[in-house]
């Protein structure tokens, strides 16, 4: 059974029309994390949120905002995709701080 | 800066033979390693982990080793399984500060039946 659930698994945008990515949990865990993944790269972070704290990565763009509207719930928001943004955005949650992260399937997001 | 560095960006391996994973990292603060293996079109699934206090940790087929004064571990699959093909990525972070992974680049693994 899925615990980490990202909708949709694959979306497309046109160049400057905003689009939300969606998290789901079922593992009550305090923790959630939004990666961006490029071809043959490892995975970056974005941000996350312990709880209702929000913690932005220095080098995350503007562009990109979260909402965590409930424990279960996180939201990506990019809000003017550019063509550099095509990627896999993947979402994970963590129980504690020293626990392996569990991760969803990802989206994978194409700009036209 | 990569903290975290996977340098081979593939391997090939014989069906029943070993495979061995290499990663290296630079920040001393690290105290947590993680291996994540993923499949095409599924996210990364945890696989084993090492606390800096140890060498060692085997779990089943999996065994992974950490030298610290080297900033050195590695994944050992013994033996190899053709299902054992999937990219894996080695992570790292310091439990300290915040559970904040910092991956490698990931290595793709082929196991040949």
């Known amino acids: 059974d899925a615990m980490v659930i990202q909708n949709p698994r694959y979306q497309v945008t046109q160049f400057g029309k905003p689009v939300t990515l969606s998290c789901s949990q079922t593992l009550n865990h305090n923790v959630m994390y939004w990666y961006q993944q490029k071809s043959s790269q490892a995975p970056k972070l974005l941000f996350h949120y312990y709880d209702k704290d929000f913690n932005n990565e220095a080098d995350t763009p503007d562009n990109f905002q979260s909402r965590r509207p409930n424990t279960s719930f996180c939201f990506l928001d990019i809000r003017s995709p550019g063509l550099g943004d095509a990627a896999m955005y993947l979402c994970?949650?963590?129980?504690?701080?020293?626990?392996?992260?569990?991760f969803g399937d990802g989206t994978r997001l194409s700009i036209l | 800066d990569q903290q975290v560095k996977q340098n081979s960006p593939s391997l090939s391996v014989q069906e029943g033979r070993i495979s061995i994973l290499n990663c290296d990292y630079t920040n001393s603060m690290f105290d947590y390693f993680l291996w994540y293996k993923k499949y095409p079109a599924e996210g990364p699934t945890f696989l084993i982990s090492?606390?800096?206090?140890?060498d060692k940790n085997e779990d089943g087929r999996f065994t992974v080793f950490l030298n610290k004064s080297a900033k050195h571990l590695s994944l050992h699959i013994v033996p190899s399984q053709p299902g054992d093909s999937a990219v894996y990525f080695c992570?790292?972070?310091?439990?300290?500060?915040?559970?904040?992974?910092?991956f490698g680049q990931g290595t793709t693994l082929q196991v040949k039946p």
């Open positions: 994970a949650t963590q129980g504690q701080l020293n626990q392996p992260q569990h």
């Open positions: 992570a790292a972070f310091n439990s300290g500060n915040t559970g904040k992974l910092i």
């Open positions: 090492i606390s800096s206090i140890k």
